[in-house]
T-cell receptor, first 111, second 114 residues
Framework: RKEVEQDPGPFNVPEGATVAFNCTYSNSASQSFFWYRQDCRKEPKLLMSVYSSGNEDGRFTAQLNRASQYISLLIRDSKLSDSATYLCVVKWSGGSYIPTFGRGTSLIVHP | EAQVTQNPRYLITVTGKKLTVTCSQNMNHEYMSWYRQDPGLGLRQIYYSMNVEVTDKGDVPEGYKVSRKEKRNFPLILESPSPNQTSLYFC?????????????FGDGTRLSIL
């Protein structure tokens, strides 16, 4: 079984802090990567795709490290509204591109 | 508005009483999927469908059935629900499984089986 692993946390950080999460994947043939955000009891929502060269969207930066088989999400200048669970998603061709979800990392931003 | 619609949003029912959770998407997506989410276990895939009349088991299919007679609809059927199927359920769809295509999720259905 191909796995996607995340530290469940919670990560407790003050407003304004920079926080980073990693997600490791076991299949070197993995091809597509995403970060989703999920608020309590709500549906997961796409935060950002992760591209090979890394990509940034405002305060959020996603990186891919194929050699070490992990992706990362960096959040700068954390806001209270960033408090949520962040899910890592990986797809690989051998799995018919069926997305595999990590269990999520919980972030709590406090005043 | 592009969306995935699940019904009902909440349901409390009793053991053994057949129920169906509907899922409909208006984006002409080929791929649809059902997940359940339980504390500490994350999202687990129940069934998925690559296209009309094509369905496959996910990680936790026992006790569930699905059908895909039309592209837009992917109902989840619990023929004889049991308390261990009490959970939060999500339906999701995407244009195709390959490539950089993210999934779109419904709002979720909270089922309680007494």
């Amino acid at each position: 079984r191909k796995e996607v692993e995340q530290d469940p946390g919670p990560f407790n950080v003050p407003e304004g802090a920079t926080v980073a999460f990693n997600c490791t994947y076991s299949n070197s043939a993995s091809q597509s990567f995403f970060w989703y955000r999920q608020d309590c009891r709500k549906e997961p929502k796409l935060l950002m795709s992760v591209y090979s060269s890394g990509n940034e969207d405002g305060r959020f930066t996603a990186q891919l490290n194929r050699a070490s088989q992990y992706i990362s999400l960096l959040i700068r200048d954390s806001k209270l509204s960033d408090s949520a669970t962040y899910l890592c998603v990986v797809k690989w061709s051998g799995g018919s591109y069926i997305p595999t979800f990590g269990r999520g990392t919980s972030l709590i931003v406090h005043p | 508005e592009a969306q995935v619609t699940q019904n009902p949003r909440y349901l409390i029912t009793v053991t053994g009483k057949k129920l169906t959770v509907t899922c409909s998407q208006n984006m002409n997506h080929e791929y649809m999927s059902w997940y359940r989410q339980d504390p500490g276990l994350g999202l687990r895939q129940i069934y998925y469908s690559m296209n009309v009349e094509v369905t496959d088991k996910g990680d936790v299919p026992e006790g569930y059935k699905v059908s895909r007679k039309e592209k837009r609809n992917f109902p989840l059927i619990l023929e004889s629900p049991s308390p261990n199927q009490t959970s939060l359920y999500f339906c999701a769809s995407s244009t195709r499984t390959g490539g950089n295509q993210p999934q779109h999720f419904g709002d979720g259905t909270r089922l309680s089986i007494l």
